[in-house]
C-alpha cells in the first residue's frame, strides 16, 4: 500500500516568511510523529498527534512552530516568522498505536526546508 | 532521560567484509523498544528491526543481525557479506511504551547515526 507522503519535498524561503509543511500518513495509523533533522542536531522529535489531539509538543522548539491534524489523516506543520535556523529535513512518520506497546513508525520522505 | 549514543560516526569497508555497528542505551525504564533504521541516499528512513526489552534472542534476517545484551545496554547491529548497497548511514533508536507511565507516547530518540561506506 501507499507509504507516507509528504509535500512540499523541497521549499526555499525567506527568512520572515511562513511556511506550511504536509504529511499524509499511511491509511489507518492513527499515531502521527515530526521529526526534524539537521546537521548539528541529528534527529530531533517535535511533536506527536494522537488521532487529532497532541498530548506531546515537547518537541516544539518556540512558539512559532505548531502543527495540527485533521481527524486521523493528514497533518500540517507551520512555521511562523522562520528564521535561518529553521533549515532542516522536516521528517513525518506514522504507526498503528497502542495503549501498552510500540509500533514501528513508517517515514516519509521529508521536505528540505532552506530559510534564505 | 533517555540517551542513545552511536560512538562509531564513520566506517569504511570493503565489500563483502563484515561490519559491526555499536549502539549503547540509556533508560530508566524496565519496559522499552529498540529500532535499527536505515538512511540511504535518497534520504528516505527505512525501518529495520524492533526489538522489545524483555526479548534478548538475537535475531537474524537474511545478511543482517543483531545482539541485544540488556547486561550492557547494547543493540548491535552486524551485517555479513557487506554489499555497496548497504552504504547508507543508520541510526539505532530507543522508545518508551506509551502509557508507561511516562510521557514518552512512543516517540522515538535516536543515536547520531553510523555513516557505513562499503566500497567495491
New interface residues.
Given amino acids: 500500500g501507499a507509504g507516507v507522503s509528504q509535500s512540499p519535498s523541497n521549499k526555499v524561503t525567506e527568512k520572515g516568511k511562513d511556511v506550511e509543511l504536509r504529511c499524509d500518513p499511511i491509511s489507518g495509523h492513527t499515531?502521527l510523529?515530526w521529526?526534524r533533522q539537521s546537521l548539528g542536531q541529528?534527529?530531533e522529535?517535535l511533536i506527536?498527534f494522537?488521532g487529532n489531539s497532541a498530548?506531546?509538543k515537547?518537541?516544539l522548539p518556540s512558539d512559532r512552530f505548531s502543527a495540527e491534524r485533521t481527524g486521523e489523516s493528514v497533518s500540517t506543520l507551520t512555521i511562523q516568522r522562520t528564521q535561518q535556523e529553521d533549515s532542516a529535513?522536516y521528517?513525518c512518520?506514522s504507526?498503528l498505536?497502542?495503549?501498552?506497546?510500540?509500533?514501528?513508525?513508517?517515514?516519509?520522505?521529508?521536505t528540505r526546508l532552506t530559510v534564505t | 532521560a533517555q540517551k542513545v549514543t552511536q560512538a562509531q560516526t564513520e566506517i569504511s569497508v570493503v565489500e563483502k567484509e563484515d561490519v559491526t555497528l555499536d549502539c549503547v542505551y540509556e533508560t530508566r525504564d524496565t519496559t522499552y523498544?529498540l529500532?535499527w533504521?536505515k538512511q540511504p541516499p535518497?534520504?528516505?528512513?527505512?525501518?529495520l528491526i524492533?526489538r522489545?526489552s524483555f526479548d534478548e534472542q538475537n535475531e537474524i534476517s537474511g545478511r543482517y543481525s543483531w545482539n541485544f545484551q540488556k547486561s550492557t545496554s547494547s543493540f548491535n547491529f552486524t551485517i555479513t557479506a557487506s554489499q555497496v548497497v548497504d552504504s547508507a548511514v543508520y541510526?539505532c533508536a530507543l522508545?518508551?511504551?506509551?502509557?508507561?507511565g511516562g510521557?514518552?507516547?512512543?516517540?522515538?530518540?535516536?543515536?547520531?547515526?553510523t555513516i557505513l561506506t562499503v566500497h567495491p
Fill in positions: 499515531a510523529y521529526y541529528g534527529l522529535f506527536y494522537q498530548p506531546d515537547s518537541g529535513v521528517l512518520a504507526s498505536a497502542h495503549t501498552e506497546y510500540t509500533y514501528e513508525q513508517y517515514f516519509g520522505p521529508g | 523498544y529500532f533504521y535518497s534520504g528516505e528512513l527505512v525501518f524492533r522489545n541510526f522508545s518508551e511504551p506509551p502509557g508507561a510521557t514518552s507516547y512512543g516517540k522515538l530518540t535516536f543515536g547520531q547515526g
